[in-house]
C-alpha cells in the first residue's frame, strides 16, 4: 500500500527550504502521498528514501495496457477500494464480443456499431475500446481471418480468445502487432501460454474455476516470467462475480497478496441473455473493481448510459468535472446561430445544453471556465446565482474575445442567463461590439426563447 503523508514526511529533508514551491516538508509530503505532485520536486531527497517511497510506490493492483499507441487501453493501477479515499484511476474498457461461427453479416454489423458509437459529452470522447473476437470453430485458419478482419475494420484493441493453443497461436500471429489480450491460461495449459504471451510480448489471462486456483495460477505465470496478467476468477453469476471483484481487489490492497494484484475481466455475456439485464450487470461490474467488462453486443440506449456512469465513478471526487473551456455545438450551427453564454460546472452544462438540443434549435454554446459554481448559472438547483461580484464583466469579455466565436457567427448576438441580467450593461461596456440579450432564468425555459430568437 502507499504511504502516508507522515510516513513519507519521516523519510523527506525536513528542512523547509520551500524549493519545491510548499512551504513545508510536511505539505509537500501530504501533496506527495494524494498523488498530486512527484517526488522529483523536491531535489534533496537522499537516493535511500527515494527508493524506499518508489518501491512502496507501485500500485497494490497492476497497470497493465492492451493496444499499442493513443487508442491503448489501460487497466488497473488502482490504489484505493473506494473512490472517495482518492479516486479510480483507470476506467473499465468495454468490449464488443465477436465469435468465428457468425455469419459475415452479422460481423461486420458489429465492427459498425463498434465503430459508431461515438459521443462527446462535456470535451470527452466516450467510446468503447475492445472488441472480444471468440474462435468457436477451433479453425486457426478462419479465426486468423477474422482477427484480420477486426484489425482492417476498427481501431478496436483486442482480446483473443479461444481454448485451443492453435487457434489461438494464429490469432496472436495476425494481430501480434497490436498488442492483443490473449484469453487465456488455464491450470492445463500454463506453460504454452507462458511462451506465447512472452514471445509475442502481450498480456494475458489466468482463468481458473475458484480463487485459490486463480492465485496459484497467477504465482506460476510470475514465475514463468509473465507479468501482465489479468484475472478470470471463472464466475459466471452476478452475486459470486461481484463477491469474488471485492474479494481480489480487497486482498491485493489491504492484504497485499500479489497474485491477485492484477485487474480482472468479467463476462456479463455469458451471465444471462437479457439485454437489459446485461446491461445491469455491466453497470455494477464497472461500480465493483471490473477492469474489462465483455458485452454480446452493443445498443445505443444501453451503452451510452454505461459510458456515462464509467466517466463519472472514474473522475477524480477531489476535483468537481468540468466541461473544458471552449465553444461547443449544439446540433449543426451555422453562422446565424444563436450563441449562448454559460459556465463550466457540470449541472450548469448539462442543463443548458440539454435543453438546448431537446429545443431542436442548433446553436453555440461558449462554455467558460468558472472556480465559481453560481455564476452563469441556468439550473434550478441553484438559487445565489444572482449575487452581485461574482459575475466578473471582464473576464468574461476577455474570453468571449479569446474564445473566437466572431468567426464563427456572422451576427453579435449574445445570450446570457436571466439571473445574469443585472450584469448585462456591463457586460455590454466591456464588449461593445455585442448585443446582451437575457434569455430566461432557466434552461428548462430555453425551449421556448431560441426558436424565436433564431427566427430573427
Ligand atoms: S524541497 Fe524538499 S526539503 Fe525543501 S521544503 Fe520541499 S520537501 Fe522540504
Same mark, same amino acid.
Given at each position: 500500500m502507499a504511504l502516508t503523508g507522515l510516513e513519507i514526511f519521516k523519510l523527506l529533508p525536513k528542512t523547509n527550504c520551500h524549493e519545491c514551491g510548499f512551504t513545508t516538508c510536511l505539505a509537500f509530503a501530504m501533496n506527495l502521498s494524494a498523488g498530486k505532485?512527484?517526488?522529483?520536486?523536491?531535489?534533496?531527497? *537522499?537516493?535511500?528514501?527515494?527508493?524506499?517511497? &518508489?518501491?512502496?510506490?507501485?500500485?497494490?493492483?497492476?497497470?497493465i495496457t492492451i493496444g499499442t499507441g493513443d487508442k491503448a487501453l489501460n487497466v488497473g493501477g488502482e490504489t484505493v477500494m473506494f473512490r472517495h479515499e482518492n479516486r479510480f484511476e483507470n476506467p473499465p474498457g468495454f468490449a464488443i464480443l465477436i465469435v468465428d461461427t457468425m455469419a459475415s453479416a452479422e460481423v461486420d454489423a458489429r465492427l459498425k456499431r463498434f465503430q459508431a458509437f461515438r459521443y462527446e459529452r462535456m470535451g470527452f470522447l466516450l467510446r468503447p475500446e475492445l472488441v472480444a473476437i471468440r474462435g468457436d470453430s477451433k479453425d486457426a485458419q478462419k479465426y486468423a481471418d477474422l482477427v484480420v478482419k477486426v484489425k482492417r475494420n476498427s481501431d478496436a484493441n483486442m482480446i483473443l480468445m479461444s481454448d485451443d493453443i492453435d487457434v489461438l497461436s494464429a490469432g496472436v500471429e495476425a494481430c501480434a502487432d497490436r498488442k492483443p489480450l490473449i484469453y487465456a491460461a488455464t491450470p492445463d495449459n500454463v506453460e504454452q501460454m507462458v511462451g506465447l504471451s512472452i514471445r509475442y510480448s502481450c498480456p494475458v489471462t489466468a482463468k481458473a474455476s475458484s480463487l485459490e486456483k486463480l492465485v496459484a495460477l497467477t504465482t506460476?505465470?510470475?514465475?514463468?516470467?509473465?507479468? @501482465?496478467?489479468?484475472?478470470? *476468477?471463472?464466475?459466471?453469476?452476478?452475486?459470486? &462475480?461481484?463477491? @469474488?471483484?471485492?474479494?481480489?481487489r480487497r486482498a491485493a490492497i489491504y492484504q497485499n497478496i500479489k497474485p491477485l494484484g492484477f485487474p480482472s475481466i468479467v463476462f456479463p455475456c455469458e451471465m444471462t441473455d437479457d439485454s437489459m439485464m446485461e446491461t445491469l450487470m455491466a453497470a455494477a461490474f464497472v461500480a465493483k473493481y471490473?477492469?474489462?467488462v465483455v458485452i454480446s453486443d452493443f445498443q445505443g440506449e444501453t451503452?451510452?448510459?454505461?459510458?456515462?456512469?464509467?466517466?463519472?465513478?472514474? *473522475? @477524480?471526487?477531489?476535483?468537481?468535472?468540468? &466541461?473544458?473551456?471552449?465553444?461547443?455545438?449544439?446540433?449543426?450551427?451555422?453562422?446565424? &446561430?444563436?450563441?449562448l453564454l454559460t459556465s463550466s460546472w457540470p449541472l450548469t452544462y448539462y442543463n443548458l445544453s440539454l435543453a438546448v438540443e431537446a429545443a431542436h434549435i442548433p446553436a453555440f454554446l461558449c462554455v467558460q471556465h468558472l472556480e465559481d459554481p453560481d455564476v452563469m448559472c441556468w439550473c434550478h438547483h441553484c438559487m445565489r446565482s444572482t449575487q452581485r461580484g461574482k459575475f466578473n464583466a471582464e473576464n468574461t469579455g476577455r474570453f468571449?474575445?479569446?474564445?473566437?466565436?466572431?468567426?464563427r457567427v456572422k451576427h453579435r448576438k449574445l445570450v446570457i442567463s436571466g439571473r445574469n441580467a443585472q450584469f448585462s450593461d456591463e457586460l455590454e461596456q466591456v464588449l461593445p461590439e455585442w448585443e446582451i440579450l437575457v434569455g430566461p432564468a432557466e434552461a428548462s425555459q430555453i425551449a421556448g426563447f431560441l426558436p424565436g430568437l433564431a427566427e430573427k
Open positions: 505532485i512527484e517526488l522529483s520536486a523536491c531535489p534533496y531527497v *537522499s537516493e535511500e528514501a527515494t527508493a524506499k517511497i &518508489a518501491a512502496v510506490d507501485e500500485p497494490p493492483i497492476r497497470r506460476l505465470l510470475i514465475e514463468g516470467g509473465v507479468n @501482465d496478467i489479468v484475472l478470470d *476468477s471463472g464466475s459466471r453469476t452476478l452475486r459470486r &462475480a461481484i463477491e @469474488d471483484q471485492v474479494f481480489i471490473g477492469g474489462i451503452l451510452f448510459p454505461l459510458l456515462l456512469q464509467r466517466m463519472e465513478i472514474y *473522475s @477524480d471526487p477531489q476535483e468537481p468535472l468540468m &466541461a473544458p473551456e471552449g465553444i461547443y455545438e449544439i446540433g449543426e450551427p451555422n453562422q446565424n &446561430a444563436p450563441v468571449i474575445e479569446k474564445v473566437g466565436i466572431k468567426d
